[in-house]
Protein backbone atom coordinates (compact mmCIF):
# COMPACT_ATOMS: atom_id res chain seq x y z
CA UNK A 1 0.00 0.00 0.00
CA UNK A 2 1.33 3.34 -0.95
CA UNK A 3 2.60 5.39 2.08
CA UNK A 4 3.89 9.04 2.37
CA UNK A 5 6.55 10.30 4.69
CA UNK A 6 7.59 13.66 4.86
CA UNK A 7 10.97 15.34 5.74
CA UNK A 8 12.37 18.53 5.60
CA UNK A 9 10.81 20.68 9.25
CA UNK A 10 12.40 22.08 12.36
CA UNK A 11 13.26 25.63 13.60
CA UNK A 12 14.00 28.30 11.66
CA UNK A 13 14.06 32.29 11.87
CA UNK A 14 11.73 34.73 10.43
CA UNK A 15 12.99 35.13 6.80
CA UNK A 16 14.81 31.58 6.28
CA UNK A 17 13.68 29.32 3.61
CA UNK A 18 13.17 25.67 4.18
CA UNK A 19 12.66 22.85 1.99
CA UNK A 20 9.99 19.50 2.90
CA UNK A 21 10.15 16.60 0.98
CA UNK A 22 7.30 14.62 0.50
CA UNK A 23 8.79 10.96 -0.40
CA UNK A 24 6.23 7.91 -1.26
CA UNK A 25 6.87 4.34 -1.33
CA UNK A 26 5.37 3.27 -4.70
CA UNK A 27 5.77 4.91 -8.07
CA UNK A 28 2.12 4.50 -8.44
CA UNK A 29 2.74 7.81 -6.75
CA UNK A 30 3.21 9.40 -10.21
CA UNK A 31 0.22 9.08 -11.54
CA UNK A 32 -1.63 11.24 -8.59
CA UNK A 33 -2.14 14.74 -7.84
CA UNK A 34 -0.41 16.07 -4.42
CA UNK A 35 -1.70 18.47 -2.04
CA UNK A 36 0.55 20.05 1.18
CA UNK A 37 -1.45 21.05 3.90
CA UNK A 38 -0.77 21.94 7.63
CA UNK A 39 -2.27 21.95 11.01
CA UNK A 40 -1.08 25.12 12.69
CA UNK A 41 -1.51 24.99 17.26
CA UNK A 42 -5.13 25.62 17.68
CA UNK A 43 -6.77 25.55 14.50
CA UNK A 44 -7.98 23.68 11.81
CA UNK A 45 -5.70 21.81 9.16
CA UNK A 46 -5.57 23.91 6.24
CA UNK A 47 -4.36 23.89 2.38
CA UNK A 48 -1.51 25.00 1.19
CA UNK A 49 -1.14 24.19 -2.24
CA UNK A 50 -1.10 21.00 -4.83
CA UNK A 51 0.70 20.11 -7.88
CA UNK A 52 -0.82 17.91 -10.60
CA UNK A 53 0.49 14.52 -11.70
CA UNK A 54 3.06 15.72 -14.11
CA UNK A 55 4.10 18.79 -12.59
CA UNK A 56 2.79 21.05 -14.62
CA UNK A 57 0.48 23.10 -13.01
CA UNK A 58 0.29 24.12 -9.09
CA UNK A 59 -2.09 26.30 -7.38
CA UNK A 60 -1.37 27.74 -3.75
CA UNK A 61 -3.55 28.97 -0.75
CA UNK A 62 -3.19 33.34 -0.98
CA UNK A 63 -1.22 33.68 2.32
CA UNK A 64 2.08 31.20 0.57
CA UNK A 65 1.46 32.56 -3.41
CA UNK A 66 4.76 34.16 -4.23
CA UNK A 67 6.76 32.45 -1.54
CA UNK A 68 6.22 29.02 -1.94
CA UNK A 69 6.93 26.37 -4.76
CA UNK A 70 5.67 23.07 -5.18
CA UNK A 71 7.84 20.60 -7.47
CA UNK A 72 7.87 17.43 -7.55
CA UNK A 73 10.25 14.37 -9.23
CA UNK A 74 8.66 11.34 -10.14
CA UNK A 75 11.58 9.49 -11.41
CA UNK A 76 12.68 10.01 -7.13
CA UNK A 77 8.95 9.32 -6.59
CA UNK A 78 8.79 12.81 -4.07
CA UNK A 79 7.04 16.17 -4.26
CA UNK A 80 8.29 19.03 -2.46
CA UNK A 81 7.49 22.57 -1.09
CA UNK A 82 9.95 24.98 -0.99
CA UNK A 83 9.20 27.32 1.54
CA UNK A 84 10.96 30.92 1.18
CA UNK A 85 10.80 33.98 3.60
CA UNK A 86 9.34 32.41 6.30
CA UNK A 87 6.88 33.84 8.43
CA UNK A 88 5.94 33.08 12.00
CA UNK A 89 2.82 32.91 11.15
CA UNK A 90 3.80 29.99 9.09
CA UNK A 91 4.38 27.90 11.97
CA UNK A 92 2.21 24.34 11.82
CA UNK A 93 2.62 20.30 11.36
CA UNK A 94 2.91 20.31 7.35
CA UNK A 95 1.48 17.36 5.62
CA UNK A 96 1.58 16.14 1.90
CA UNK A 97 -1.34 14.00 0.51
CA UNK A 98 -2.21 12.10 -2.71
CA UNK A 99 -5.77 13.32 -4.53
CA UNK A 100 -7.70 10.32 -5.93
CA UNK A 101 -6.46 11.38 -9.18
CA UNK A 102 -4.34 12.95 -11.70
CA UNK A 103 -5.30 15.95 -11.27
CA UNK A 104 -6.45 17.89 -8.43
CA UNK A 105 -10.08 20.28 -7.54
CA UNK A 106 -11.79 21.05 -4.47
CA UNK A 107 -14.33 18.76 -4.73
CA UNK A 108 -11.50 16.03 -5.65
CA UNK A 109 -10.99 12.95 -2.33
CA UNK A 110 -7.86 12.96 -0.69
CA UNK A 111 -7.01 9.51 0.34
CA UNK A 112 -2.59 8.67 1.46
CA UNK A 113 -1.73 10.83 4.03
CA UNK A 114 1.72 11.39 5.77
CA UNK A 115 2.34 11.52 9.31
CA UNK A 116 3.50 15.21 8.91
CA UNK A 117 6.37 17.50 10.06
CA UNK A 118 6.76 20.39 12.28
CA UNK A 119 8.01 23.74 10.76
CA UNK A 120 8.64 26.15 13.48
CA UNK A 121 9.65 29.94 12.38
CA UNK A 122 10.59 32.38 15.04
CA UNK A 123 10.39 35.80 15.08
Known amino acids: QLQLVESGGGLVQAGDSLRLSCAAS????????VGWFRQAPGKEREFVGA????????DYVPSVKGRFIISRDNAKNTVYLQMNSLKPEDTAVYYCATFASSYYSSSTPLNIWGQGTLVTVSS
Open 26 to 33: ERTFSSYA
Open 51 to 58: INWSGTNT
